[in-house]
């Protein structure tokens, strides 16, 4: 653990604390210039990938003695059962399948740890109460009746776009999953399981007997009729013609082979990746054709080993990672012209989207030309507005007049992927059908991807960063929109980062790049939040349970990422001479870190709120050195005002 004292010699102390930890961060740069961290999910991912293994029959019995120790690891001792992030309360689905995976390995039903997990379900209406993705693959795995799952015909996949459900009216997460769970629904194979394992002791009542399993996701009257409409599907699917389906299955395939994305898997993220190796599977694709070793060696490319342990990342996020990275190098002082910023800024430029114009054109009038850049190494068909935002920032930031028609392209596509009500999605502009969310699938609440305040106030310090002021109208727009979304209390929602803390860090960074008077009343609203939750401490905390009704003040303890949030966030207010930013930064000080990472084991990223959350190991690198080095240089220099929409 590296630790320096607090006090005096404060610039002194803070500059030798930047260096080391630059260079430290440095250290952790690949060969050919990017960065990678790895990206933690719950129990979910390293069940799931047992499971496939099974259904395929080729249990992996070295991969699965890592992912069994991880699994135990991460089993709560205080309910039992699996929770969606370190120290969350218990979740029936991820329990479900956690227990599952673990007897799959060959972990005893009767073992201690087994047993607490077995009671924890059962207590709390067993396995039936799982939500629908999970529900799917009990049925898969013949634990369920099909009936327990929502009916999803593959026949959508010929619908016309203008019916109420289509593929396009759908986020990009959504489409990619559901594709394959389309034709695996259709087919309704019968997985190999070479165990004959089942789980038939954590249902209250046995699976067949069950009349409960699909329920009306939002309580509205609409979705009680779309949940008749299913129950009729039920018995009316046997009855659809069957050269239709043949069709549909046909034209799912095509979907999914345009977009195999060689060995970064379909959507780049591992529940469609994993879908479609079972799909192909399924379709009787031997094992040495071409599309299925693609898509097999996709999933295996997510496992991670550390020591006797290991478990299944969800995807990777180099361009998130290097583009935060060098953001943080920079703002330590790290030479634009040396060789670590040029050689990552030109793995970045080497990334960026500018020949396949993807999903994300569907619906627009007059769609941009692509510039965009994804989130994983590739993701041709899926670039995000997000990244596309930060990688054009540090672009810009780095001066590199070598990257300029880059960084300009990127501003053309982000403008062009501005929805109606001048904010941004992640993936999509007006993926806004909100009726979709009554459909018996959407129970995760996770179907859409509308605009949210984080994305959009990285688009909006983008594009001010280059120079556009209010006065330009996508800026304008946006600018708007971030300021009807404020919270009641003065803070605005993180949707991709948790929580208030993540999202009103990126919208002050916003309205500072765009020349905000640092008095303005949004601006004083949301600095009075930020320092009514700082803790004792001095730093920030703000727990995944805040993304439920009724829970959004919970803090667990003071993690790394949120505090240099928080003291980004009260810098770009102005607030650099605060008392609270400078107990902010001695907490980051002071806190424990070993070589470029402080210790952080509470999750702090968001996948889906409330059903899925993630745990970039990155954060407590790159976010903590960037907030002490912008407040070593603004303490250094006597400036309010910083220079960069982040």
Same mark, same amino acid.
């Given at each position: 653990?590296?630790?320096?004292?607090?006090?005096?010699?404060?610039?002194?102390?803070?500059?030798?604390?930047?260096?080391?930890?630059?260079?430290?961060?440095?250290?952790?740069?690949?060969?050919?210039?990017?960065?990678?961290?790895?990206?933690?999910?719950?129990?979910?991912?390293?069940?799931?990938?047992?499971?496939?293994?099974?259904?395929?029959?080729?249990?992996?019995?070295?991969?699965?003695?890592?992912?069994?120790?991880?699994?135990?690891?991460?089993?709560?001792?205080?309910?039992?059962?699996?929770?969606?992030?370190?120290?969350?309360?218990?979740?029936?689905?991820?329990?479900?399948?956690?227990?599952?995976?673990?007897?799959?390995?060959?972990?005893?039903?009767?073992?201690?740890?087994?047993?607490?997990?077995?009671?924890?379900?059962?207590?709390?209406?067993?396995?039936?109460?799982?939500?629908?993705?999970?529900?799917?693959?009990?049925?898969?795995?013949?634990?369920?009746?099909?009936?327990?799952?929502?009916?999803?015909?593959?026949?959508?996949?010929?619908?016309?776009?203008?019916?109420?459900?289509?593929?396009?009216?759908?986020?990009?997460?959504?489409?990619?999953?559901?594709?394959?769970?389309?034709?695996?629904?259709?087919?309704?194979?019968?997985?190999?399981?070479?165990?004959?394992?089942?789980?038939?002791?954590?249902?209250?009542?046995?699976?067949?007997?069950?009349?409960?399993?699909?329920?009306?996701?939002?309580?509205?009257?609409?979705?009680?009729?779309?949940?008749?409409?299913?129950?009729?599907?039920?018995?009316?699917?046997?009855?659809?013609?069957?050269?239709?389906?043949?069709?549909?299955?046909?034209?799912?395939?095509?979907?999914?082979?345009?977009?195999?994305?060689?060995?970064?898997?379909?959507?780049?993220?591992?529940?469609?990746?994993?879908?479609?190796?079972?799909?192909?599977?399924?379709?009787?694709?031997?094992?040495?054709?071409?599309?299925?070793?693609?898509?097999?060696?996709?999933?295996?490319?997510?496992?991670?080993?550390?020591?006797?342990?290991?478990?299944?990342?969800?995807?990777?996020?180099?361009?998130?990672?290097?583009?935060?990275?060098?953001?943080?190098?920079?703002?330590?002082?790290?030479?634009?012209?040396?060789?670590?910023?040029?050689?990552?800024?030109?793995?970045?430029?080497?990334?960026?989207?500018?020949?396949?114009?993807?999903?994300?054109?569907?619906?627009?009038?007059?769609?941009?030309?692509?510039?965009?850049?994804?989130?994983?190494?590739?993701?041709?068909?899926?670039?995000?507005?997000?990244?596309?935002?930060?990688?054009?920032?540090?672009?810009?930031?780095?001066?590199?007049?070598?990257?300029?028609?880059?960084?300009?392209?990127?501003?053309?596509?982000?403008?062009?992927?501005?929805?109606?009500?001048?904010?941004?999605?992640?993936?999509?502009?007006?993926?806004?059908?909100?009726?979709?969310?009554?459909?018996?699938?959407?129970?995760?609440?996770?179907?859409?991807?509308?605009?949210?305040?984080?994305?959009?106030?990285?688009?909006?310090?983008?594009?001010?960063?280059? &120079?556009?002021?209010?006065? %330009?109208? $996508?800026? /304008? *727009?946006? !600018?708007?929109? =971030? #300021?009807?979304?404020?919270?009641? +209390? @003065?803070?605005?929602?993180?949707?991709?980062?948790?929580?208030?803390?993540?999202?009103?860090?990126?919208?002050?960074?916003?309205?500072?790049?765009? &020349?905000?008077?640092?008095? %303005?009343? $949004?601006? /004083? *609203?949301? !600095?009075?939040? =930020? #320092?009514?939750?700082?803790?004792? +401490? @001095?730093?920030?905390?703000?727990?995944?349970?805040?993304?439920?009704?009724?829970?959004?003040?919970?803090?667990?303890?003071?993690?790394?990422?949120?505090?240099?949030?928080?003291?980004?966030?009260?810098?770009?207010?102005?607030?650099?001479?605060?008392?609270?930013?400078?107990?902010?930064?001695?907490?980051?000080?002071?806190?424990?870190?070993?070589?470029?990472?402080?210790?952080?084991?509470?999750?702090?990223?968001?996948?889906?709120?409330?059903?899925?959350?993630?745990?970039?190991?990155?954060?407590?690198?790159?976010?903590?050195?960037?907030?002490?080095?912008?407040?070593?240089?603004?303490?250094?220099?006597?400036?309010?005002?910083?220079?960069?929409?982040?």
């Amino acid at each position: 653990m590296d630790g320096l004292a607090f006090g005096f010699g404060l610039k002194d102390t803070l500059g030798e604390l930047v260096s080391r930890v630059r260079d430290q961060l440095k250290v952790l740069q690949k060969a050919d210039g990017h960065f990678v961290f790895e990206l933690e999910a719950d129990a979910t991912i390293p069940a799931e990938y047992v499971l496939l293994c099974h259904f395929l029959g080729e249990p992996a019995r070295e991969v699965e003695a890592g992912i069994a120790i991880y699994l135990r690891s991460r089993q709560s001792a205080v309910h039992g059962g699996w929770p969606l992030f370190h120290g969350g309360d218990f979740d029936m689905s991820a329990s479900v399948k956690a227990y599952y995976a673990l007897k799959l390995i060959g972990d005893h039903p009767d073992a201690p740890h087994m047993r607490r997990a077995r009671e924890a379900i059962l207590s709390r209406g067993g396995a039936a109460r799982c939500n629908v993705l999970t529900r799917f693959l009990l049925a898969l795995y013949g634990q369920i009746p099909w009936r327990g799952v929502p009916v999803m015909l593959v026949e959508v996949m010929v619908l016309p776009r203008w019916f109420p459900f289509h593929l396009s009216k759908v986020s990009y997460w959504s489409r990619v999953t559901l594709v394959p769970m389309l034709i695996l629904q259709a087919l309704k194979p019968v997985p190999r399981n070479t165990c004959g394992v089942d789980i038939r002791e954590l249902f209250t009542l046995p699976p067949e007997k069950e009349r409960q399993y699909n329920i009306n996701p939002t309580g509205s009257w609409w979705g009680d009729v779309l949940l008749a409409l299913d129950t009729a599907l039920q018995y009316g699917e046997r009855f659809l013609p069957r050269p239709f389906r043949r069709r549909a299955i046909d034209k799912a395939l095509a979907f999914v082979k345009e977009r195999l994305n060689g060995e970064d898997g379909l959507g780049a993220i591992f529940p469609p990746m994993a879908f479609l190796v079972m799909a192909y599977d399924a379709l009787g694709f031997s094992r040495d054709h071409p599309d299925f070793v693609t898509a097999r060696r996709a999933v295996d490319k997510l496992l991670v080993r550390n020591g006797k342990s290991g478990y299944c990342q969800p995807c990777v996020s180099p361009v998130w990672d290097t583009s935060l990275s060098v953001h943080a190098l920079l703002e330590a002082g790290e030479a634009a012209d040396g060789r670590a910023i040029r050689g990552a800024l030109d793995w970045l430029r080497d990334r960026q989207v500018l020949d396949v114009v993807g999903d994300w054109a569907d619906g627009l009038e007059n769609p941009p030309r692509p510039g965009g850049w994804a989130f994983q190494y590739g993701n041709a068909f899926y670039p995000d507005v997000d990244d596309t935002a930060v990688v054009g920032m540090v672009l810009h930031r780095s001066g590199d007049e070598r990257h300029r028609e880059a960084w300009e392209r990127a501003a053309e596509w982000v403008i062009g992927m501005q929805s109606r009500n001048g904010g941004w999605g992640a993936y999509d502009a007006d993926n806004t059908h909100a009726y979709l969310n009554h459909i018996p699938f959407a129970d995760h609440g996770a179907l859409l991807d509308p605009p949210t305040a984080d994305v959009s106030a990285r688009c909006v310090g983008f594009l001010a960063q280059l &120079g556009h002021g209010l006065e %330009h109208q $996508a800026v /304008r *727009r946006g !600018v708007e929109y =971030l #300021l009807k979304e404020q919270e009641r +209390d @003065g803070s605005w929602f993180g949707r991709w980062g948790t929580n208030y803390v993540y999202g009103t860090w990126s919208v002050l960074c916003a309205l500072n790049a765009v &020349g905000f008077d640092h008095d %303005h009343p $949004a601006i /004083r *609203r949301a !600095v009075d939040w =930020l #320092l009514f939750r700082q803790r004792p +401490d @001095g730093g920030w905390g703000e727990d995944c349970a805040t993304y439920w009704a009724g829970r959004r003040t919970e803090a667990r303890a003071s993690t790394p990422s949120q505090t240099a949030w928080a003291v980004l966030g009260l810098m770009a207010a102005g607030e650099v001479q605060n008392e609270a930013v400078r107990r902010g930064v001695a907490f980051l000080e002071q806190a424990p870190r070993t070589g470029a990472r402080w210790e952080e084991t509470l999750y702090t990223g968001v996948g889906f709120p409330r059903v899925f959350y993630l745990r970039y190991h990155g954060y407590a690198a790159y976010f903590p050195l960037w907030a002490i080095a912008r407040y070593r240089s603004l303490i250094s220099g006597n400036e309010r005002r910083v220079a960069y929409g982040m």
